[in-house]
């Protein structure tokens, strides 16, 4: 689990989580927090969380991930001077090269890549870059937006209108994607937002690992009524009990108070295509300067007014230009106001309040576990366990869904915790598909 930093306390909790899952013997997910340093930081390059899924033979996987939660965050900070969108995406093309020079350079990694989404609060609202299909969402009040696009076989197809017929679409395999950094010297990134941040909005990174288990009906629930500590948690609980299948990696995002809220009036729309530092000056503009200057000296000195005042002209204008060009207005490009972003974002909504049928998933969850830890043996406070059961009931008969949600949750985890430490145990004898 993250630590939380002092300094953001009282405006911002995370958690981060990463599992190997049941059926993977590596893990070959990253993933990345960096949380600015002072509220100078923030305005410059705000909060930047990072996931990537790596893959390839080997260990290759493994590292083109950790090239990249490494490359970008690194790449990022180096161009202060860009907007952030632009810093974003250079970064992410940076290290997409240098994944890509890695596995040229070793027979063992060639092919290898990673997903790569990346998520950055900055005052002016969540901003996203984005390769493959790990997935960034948005949870505001009752409703859970997906912020990025699937680079994947599935979501390609069904976007080119080609997977209208319900059979067709049922053919497509749903693991193969189609972006991604390091196979290839160039590719294409996904810039998203900004999107406007709401004291109580939570995001959540993840990789197909918990996608593919836990669907979206369920994803909203569960941040909704949970911490980000505990909803990690819970999440990599929940896409296990299904099978595990592949490595999972999570990270929710919660915003708590309004120093991270987007507010229009203090924050300065971004302007792409504009530098921090004034263009150089060319030399040309000196020497004539300098030749207007002396050639308006010598005619006063000579008696010549006429031509002293023609080179004084010349100076002046010269001195104009280069104060312009010094100190003028730089402003250019594109500016990203009054609602205008970068991308087509949201790609999905969902409504996340629970419904009875996942609390019924729940309830049955619930139940499998305690017979399952029953005929194993295994030590269980079952007092805290079989109350936070009977609170769920209560919870759920009184209409207080979120909070038979939450009890149902934590009920879960804490068998979960048992089921953790039964180190001696393979995970695939020990795996419970539910």
């Not at 308006?296 to 002209?313: C, D, F, K, R």
């Not at 043996?377 to 059961?389: A, H, L």
Request: aromatic share 6%.
């Amino acid at each position: 689990m993250a630590e939380q930093t002092a300094n953001w306390d009282d405006c911002l909790r995370y958690a981060e989580l990463t599992d190997v899952g049941m059926r993977r013997a590596t893990n070959q997910d990253s993933k990345r927090v960096a949380i600015a340093s002072s509220q100078e930081d923030w305005r410059a390059s705000g909060h930047l969380f990072m996931i990537a899924d790596g893959m390839g033979a080997h260990a290759a996987g493994e590292l083109a991930s950790k090239l990249a939660v490494d490359g970008v965050p690194h790449h990022y900070k180096k161009y202060r001077d860009l907007s952030v969108p632009e810093a974003l995406q250079k970064a992410v093309v940076e290290t997409n090269a240098e994944v890509h020079r890695r596995g040229e350079a070793n027979a063992d990694f060639h092919n290898m890549g990673t997903t790569a989404s990346v998520l950055v609060l900055v005052p002016q609202g969540a901003l996203v870059a984005h390769v493959g299909d790990s997935r960034i969402y948005r949870l505001r009040q009752d409703r859970l937006e997906q912020l990025t696009f699937d680079h994947s076989l599935v979501w390609e197809t069904r976007a080119a209108g080609l997977a209208q017929d319900s059979e067709l679409a049922a053919t497509i395999p749903k693991n193969v994607i189609t972006r991604s950094l390091g196979p290839n010297a160039a590719v294409a990134v996904d810039i998203e937002g900004p999107f406007p941040v709401e004291v109580g909005d939570t995001f959540l990174l993840c990789s197909d690992g918990l996608t593919g288990e836990v669907p979206d009906e369920e994803l909203g629930p569960i941040l909704a009524s949970l911490p980000p500590d505990e909803a990690v948690q819970v999440l990599v609980d929940l896409a296990n009990l299904r099978g595990g299948p592949d490595n999972i990696t999570v990270i929710v995002v919660q915003v708590v108070g309004p120093r991270l809220a987007t507010d229009p009036q203090l924050a300065a729309p971004i302007t792409l295509g504009q530098k921090a530092d004034p263009p150089s000056i060319h030399p040309a503009y000196w020497i004539v300067l300098g030749v207007s200057f002396l050639a308006a000296v010598t005619m006063l000195v000579a008696s010549h007014p006429i031509p002293a005042l023609l080179a004084a002209l010349v100076l002046l204008v010269t001195l104009g230009l280069i104060g312009w060009r010094r100190f003028g207005p730089r402003r250019g490009g594109v500016q990203l106001s009054g609602g205008r972003r970068l991308g087509k974002g949201p790609y999905t909504s969902t409504a996340s309040p629970p419904s009875r049928e996942f609390l019924d998933k729940l309830a049955s969850i619930f139940r499998e576990l305690r017979e399952a830890a029953q005929e194993r043996d295994w030590d269980v406070d079952w007092e805290t366990f079989d109350s936070r059961g009977r609170q769920a009931e209560r919870a759920a008969a009184g209409g207080d869904k979120s909070a038979a949600v939450r009890e149902y949750a934590r009920a879960i985890s804490s068998i979960m915790d048992e089921f953790r430490s039964q180190n001696s145990r393979k995970a695939s004898d020990s795996a419970i598909d539910l």
